[in-house]
C-alpha cells in the first residue's frame, strides 16, 4: 500500500532523474546526505533542499521547494513525520510527479491527499534501499 513494489519501480524507473531531497544539508552524519549520494550514484540529479541552502554533493541548494526555479520530479521527504504532510502538499504544488516519505516518515493524510492530487507516493521506505533491488 504505502510502499507497494509497483509504486516503487515506477517511482525509481519511470518518474525522472530530478530529485529533490527536502532536509538534504552538509550535515555527513544525517541520513540524507548518504542516501542522496546513493541517488547520484544511480544517475539522479539531487536538488537539495534545506533553509540553510547549502551546495551538498555539488548540487546547489534552495531554501524551499517554490525556489527551485526548474520542475522537480520525486520530492524525498527527510523531515519529520509532523512535518512530511506540508511538503507533500508543496510537492504537489510545483508539480513534481511523486513523493518519496523515508523510513519513519509516515501522515496517512498526507498520503491519501497527494494520491487524490494525482501523485504517485512512497512512505516508510528508503530509496538507497530500494533502487539497488532493482
Not at 546526505?33 to 541548494?61: C, D, N, S, W
Given at each position: 500500500?504505502?510502499?507497494?513494489?509497483?509504486t516503487?519501480?515506477?517511482?525509481?524507473?519511470?518518474?525522472?532523474?530530478?530529485?529533490?531531497?527536502?532536509?538534504?544539508?552538509?550535515?555527513?552524519?544525517?541520513?540524507?546526505?548518504?542516501?542522496?549520494?546513493?541517488?547520484?550514484?544511480?544517475?539522479?540529479?539531487?536538488?537539495?533542499?534545506?533553509?540553510?541552502?547549502?551546495?551538498?554533493?555539488?548540487?546547489?541548494?534552495?531554501?524551499?521547494l517554490?525556489?527551485?526555479?526548474?520542475?522537480?520530479?520525486?520530492?524525498?521527504?527527510?523531515?519529520?513525520?509532523?512535518?512530511?504532510?506540508?511538503?507533500?502538499?508543496?510537492?504537489?504544488?510545483?508539480?513534481?510527479?511523486?513523493?518519496?516519505?523515508?523510513?519513519?516518515?509516515?501522515?496517512?493524510?498526507a498520503?491519501?491527499?497527494?494520491?487524490?492530487?494525482?501523485?504517485?507516493?512512497?512512505?516508510?521506505?528508503?530509496?538507497?534501499?530500494?533502487?539497488?533491488?532493482?
Amino acid at each position: 500500500m504505502y510502499g507497494d513494489p509497483e509504486t516503487i519501480r515506477r517511482i525509481l524507473t519511470q518518474a525522472g532523474d530530478t530529485w529533490a531531497v527536502v532536509g538534504l544539508s552538509t550535515n555527513r552524519d544525517r541520513a540524507a546526505y548518504g542516501v542522496a549520494r546513493v541517488l547520484q550514484r544511480f544517475g539522479k540529479r539531487i536538488v537539495p533542499v534545506h533553509p540553510k541552502a547549502e551546495t551538498v554533493h555539488g548540487e546547489q541548494g534552495y531554501p524551499s521547494l517554490e525556489a527551485i526555479p526548474f520542475k522537480v520530479d520525486v520530492v524525498d521527504v527527510f523531515v519529520n513525520s509532523e512535518l512530511a504532510g506540508a511538503v507533500a502538499d508543496q510537492a504537489a504544488a510545483v508539480g513534481a510527479d511523486a513523493v518519496w516519505f523515508q523510513l519513519g516518515v509516515v501522515d496517512h493524510e498526507a498520503y491519501e491527499r497527494t494520491r487524490a492530487a494525482g501523485l504517485d507516493m512512497v512512505m516508510d521506505r528508503c530509496p538507497a534501499i530500494e533502487i539497488p533491488a532493482l
